[in-house]
């Protein structure tokens, strides 16, 4: 599975949206990049993911460059409850999930 | 997403004991899998558990320490054997619906302190 690099932690405000970055240059053509985020004391949750094209759903937006070496997670109006572990993920759709550190978001009223 | 549920939800166990973590599915499903997450730190994958077979374990995880189990299409358990303090840890049991990423969920972990 390629690599991936996130910042260790951001702050946010609530109500603004929160632009989460994730770096993957090694990523190859079978590989998608999916996002899981954490709240504390829970198992991880999917949150959304995309393979070439941007994508959007109910949580959240996945921007995804031309070159796929990076992509972005916007929470478009973080609230309290937005405050977790988010983990950007790169594999291909079979394999096994694999998590990394990850970034601490912290929302702030 | 069918309901997984993990027993049980913490425990304090002494050094050189066993303890078993029985993790449960409300419907039947292909693919469960066992992750640690120790403290502070991200999760590992333990082991795919396999129905009917052999668990397939990950680099640095072995059998003798990690036995896991799965009868049948609902339930897997996991046993943490000979623990020591370096085992504490939150286990976590999780599914995927057929081979899709997207639809991988995780119980709510068991949270085993070792002393």
């Known amino acids: 599975d390629a690599k991936t690099t996130q910042p260790p932690s951001m702050d946010c405000a609530e109500g603004r949206a929160a632009n989460l970055p994730c770096n993957h240059s090694t990523i190859s053509g079978n590989e998608y990049v999916y996002w899981y985020r954490q709240i504390h004391s829970q198992g991880p949750q999917y949150i959304i993911h995309?393979?070439?094209n941007n994508e959007t759903n109910e949580m959240a937006s996945l921007i995804i460059t031309e070159d796929r070496k990076s992509s972005t997670l916007i929470l478009p109006h973080a609230t309290l409850r937005d405050t977790a572990v988010y983990y950007c993920i790169v594999c291909s759709n079979d394999y096994k999930l694999s998590f990394g550190a990850g970034t601490t978001v912290t929302v702030r009223a | 997403s069918a309901v997984i549920s993990q027993k049980p939800s913490r425990d304090i166990c002494q050094r050189g004991t066993s303890l078993t973590i029985q993790c449960q599915v409300d419907s039947q499903v292909t693919m469960m899998f066992w992750y640690r997450q120790q403290p502070g730190q991200s999760l590992t994958l333990i082991a795919t558990a396999n129905q009917g077979s052999e668990a397939t374990y990950e680099s640095g995880f072995v059998i003798d320490k990690f036995p896991i189990s799965r009868p049948n299409l609902t339930f897997s358990t996991l046993t943490v054997s000979n623990m020591s303090p370096e085992d504490s840890s939150i286990y976590l049991c999780?599914?995927?619906?057929?081979?899709?990423?997207?639809?991988?969920?995780f119980g709510p972990g068991t949270r085993l302190t070792v002393t």
């Open positions: 999780s599914y995927r619906v057929g081979s899709r990423l997207d639809e991988q969920y």
């Open positions: 995309g393979l070439k």
